[in-house]
């Protein structure tokens, strides 16, 4: 049973860092698929479409933060934390990054077709990324609670 | 990568579609159309081809009977693997079979004896109440009883302009919640044979114009072999 509880640790602390980094990738794909398409069809703005397609990658980075806090020493009284903490906040990155994907492909499809558009296309990714960063603070402070 | 995203490559690289009557051409041409649509999956781009094939005017046989047609509506719409295109054939042919009722009302004939004359749901409707105006399908298809007036004015362009607008409003409505899926990229090439269509009128009525000055300005003039040389 113990090493069950401690294999769960194991997993909480990769587990955020882990969960980020799918739903950045899946999330950069979707919009850097976006991102080629707009390319294709318009002359100029390029850098902007790729700008935009790559804001899903902040919540690897997130996980990457959240492991690094929660990383201390594995034990049956510290892996229910970790597992808890570092999963649930995994989670969280990983459907904010695939949904802000999603947001973005949205904002260089609308903005591709109406330039002016830009700044505003880009708020319900800027929201996204909103909640992303909730789930990231709150993991940081709840570790700090965590007995080292 | 999420199915609802599957095409955000192919439908960010075509060019929006403006208003349908306003359009002064496509916004992309047949051959770059085409171009594009090669990154459809193998299935998808059948399911479209075959879609297109069944629905669109411009890829009609004008030799084939009203029956071979139906037949292979029939044969075919079944067939199609993705249910959205089904639908949208679905609703489309059953357009056509009204269509079709009211001009043949329009002609003068009488109810088809046929139980299975047309596509869809309503033949069977349109035999029943043939000399109702709109053959109580009102609530149905809001279109028809406007679409009938207008053809007994004798109103052909405003026929088709109200039947174009139809299909066009019915793609707007369906395209909500498909915006990078396999249905955006239907609606989206359906769109574009809309616009095609709409712009070669322009065309056919630009070349009728055309006649009909070049009529009135040689009218009364003779050109003999020796002129014209």
């Known amino acids: 049973m113990n090493e069950l509880v401690i294999a769960l640790g194991w997993a909480g602390l990769c587990g955020a860092m882990a969960l980020g980094a799918i739903g950045s990738i899946i999330g950069c794909a979707i919009a850097g698929q976006a991102a080629i398409g707009a390319m294709v069809d318009t002359d100029s703005g390029y850098g902007r479409y790729i700008g935009i397609s790559v804001m899903p990658s902040s919540q690897v980075i997130y996980g990457i933060v959240i492991m690094f806090t929660l990383q201390r020493e594995v034990t049956v009284d510290t892996a229910p934390a970790l597992f808890g903490i570092g999963i649930l906040a995994g989670l969280a990155l990983l459907f904010s990054a695939v949904r802000q994907g999603q947001a973005c492909a949205s904002a260089i499809h609308a903005s591709k077709t109406k330039p002016e558009i830009f700044g505003l296309s880009l708020a319900p990714a800027a929201i996204v990324e909103g909640f992303a960063v909730f789930a990231f603070v709150f993991a940081l402070v709840l570790a700090g609670g965590i007995p080292a | ?229």
């Open chain 2, 1 to 229: 990568m999420t199915d609802s995203h599957r095409y955000a490559m192919l439908l960010s690289a075509l060019p929006a579609h403006g208003a349908l009557f306003t359009a002064r051409q496509t916004p992309l041409s047949r051959i770059r159309l085409e171009q594009r649509l090669t990154q459809l999956d193998a299935e998808d781009a059948r399911t479209l081809r075959t879609l297109r094939t069944l629905i669109e005017w411009a890829e009609q046989d004008p030799h084939s009977s009203d029956q071979a047609v139906l037949e292979r509506a029939r044969r075919q719409i079944p067939t199609l693997p993705d249910p959205f295109a089904r639908d949208l054939a679905d609703w489309r042919l059953e357009m056509r079979t009204l269509i079709c009722a009211l001009r043949r009302r329009h002609r003068g004939e009488p109810p088809p004896s046929e139980r299975r004359w047309g596509y869809g749901r309503w033949t069977e409707q349109v035999r029943r109440h043939w000399n109702e105006p709109a053959f109580r399908l009102e609530r149905a298809c809001p279109w028809l009883p406007e679409a009938a007036r207008r053809l007994d004015q004798g109103d052909a362009i405003g026929v088709e302009r109200l039947l174009l607008r139809t299909v066009w409003e019915h793609l707007e409505r369906l395209h909500d919640g498909h915006h990078f899926d396999f249905a955006a990229v239907i609606i989206y090439a359906l769109r574009w044979d809309l616009v095609a269509r709409w712009t070669s009128y322009h065309h056919e009525r630009a070349l009728a114009r055309f006649d009909d000055l070049i009529e009135t300005a040689l009218d009364g003039v003779e050109l003999t072999p020796e002129a014209a040389a």
